[in-house]
């Protein structure tokens, strides 16, 4: 609690009451858009239903958006509320902030401060698992169960163990600065090439990959936040770049994840990336109180291709603990 009441006395905050601003206006996502103030900056979040919060977190490089098919699944069984993290969607995105994982951490931190939730359901995909495992492991009267999908759920030294060979040399490809900036700055491939196909089964639209697009239009935009977290700054072997890596926030869970009593619901699918079917056996085999459920053929982002299935686990879930 004294780090999170530091963070929000250095970062500020405004109570989660603000004012709505308009209804996101996507295509299936028309759903009511408030903010929490952030360091002065905009945190736009968007809730649905009532009842015990199910608090959804997107990776990167999505946004709230990759939720839109899942929300309406569950809003009768509680109040959904899906944020855009700092630098993605529509939140705050600009110069005057870092978005390293430590920093994006301290972000959250003030968001949570400022929604004041309890007895959270906390669905996590990607680096959004970062920041929500990180947050609960320090706030564990505050969860109620979790939802992996696609998560950061192991130490680092056992997710590159079983990480699949192909993500390996993808990672090692992108520890080269000059090469890293070339695909991910210049060439856009985390909208163009991981949403475009590598980490999504099905199409999507040109409408719905603009949606993505929107806010990394510009190269100074992806290089201050797709630079700063994800396969650029991905640890090779478990080795620990930093403290303000993901894999040092990812450490200092990961043995709390695992033997936690907190339910936890472990949605995946094959072939997975970053929670393959090697990952899961291990989380099968260690995990305290994990149910583990199979939903078909998916890479990464899986609410593209299961929102159904992904909302009716989670529904089932919910009413169960």
């Keep these: 609690m004294i ?15 603000s004012e709505p601003v308009p209804t996101v206006a996507w295509s299936g996502y028309a759903y009511l858009a408030k903010t929490v103030e952030v360091s002065g900056h905009r945190m736009q979040y968007v ?4 009842g015990d919060p199910v608090l959804m977190l997107h990776g990167i490089p999505t946004q709230g958006y990759l939720w839109r098919d899942v929300i309406g699944g569950v809003s009768d069984h509680g109040r959904v509320i899906v944020p ?12 005057e902030l870092d978005y390293d994982a430590r920093s994006q951490q301290a972000y959250f931190d003030v968001f949570m401060e400022a929604m004041d939730l309890r ?19 320090r706030h564990p009267d505050r969860i109620k169960g979790i939802v992996l999908i696609e998560a950061a759920m192991l130490d680092s030294r056992s997710w590159w163990k079983h990480l699949p060979l192909k993500m390996k040399l993808a990672i090692r490809l992108m520890q080269n600065p000059r090469r890293a900036r070339k695909m ?11 949403l475009g196909g590598s980490g999504v089964l ?4 040109e409408d719905e990959l603009d949606v993505y697009r929107a806010p990394f239009i510009d190269p100074q935009t992806r290089a201050r936040v797709l630079l700063a977290t994800g396969p650029a700054e991905a640890s090779i072997r478990g080795r ?7 894999s040092a926030l990812v450490n200092e869970y990961a043995s709390w994840l695992r033997d936690t009593e907190i339910p936890k619901l472990l949605l995946h699918a094959t072939p997975g990336m970053i929670s393959g079917r090697s990952a899961v056996r291990q989380a099968k085999k260690t995990f305290t109180n994990l149910q583990i459920v199979s939903l078909g053929r998916g ?12 909302a009716e686990a989670i529904v089932g879930f919910v009413d169960r603990i």
């Design 3 to 17: 780090a999170v009441a530091l963070a929000t006395l250095l970062l500020g905050a405004t109570p989660a009451e």
């Design 47 to 50: 809730e649905a239903g009532a």
């Design 84 to 95: 855009d993290l700092m630098g993605f969607g529509k939140s705050y995105q600009g110069p």
């Design 119 to 137: 007895d959270i359901t906390l669905v996590v995909n990607d680096m959004g698992s970062m920041l929500g495992l990180h947050w609960a492991s």
């Design 184 to 194: 991910i700055v210049d060439r856009n491939i985390m909208i163009e090439k991981s």
């Design 202 to 205: 099905r199409t999507l639209s």
């Design 240 to 246: 620990t770049k930093s403290s303000s890596s993901g």
């Design 299 to 310: 890479k990464h982002f899986l609410p593209e291709d299961h929102p159904d299935a992904i």
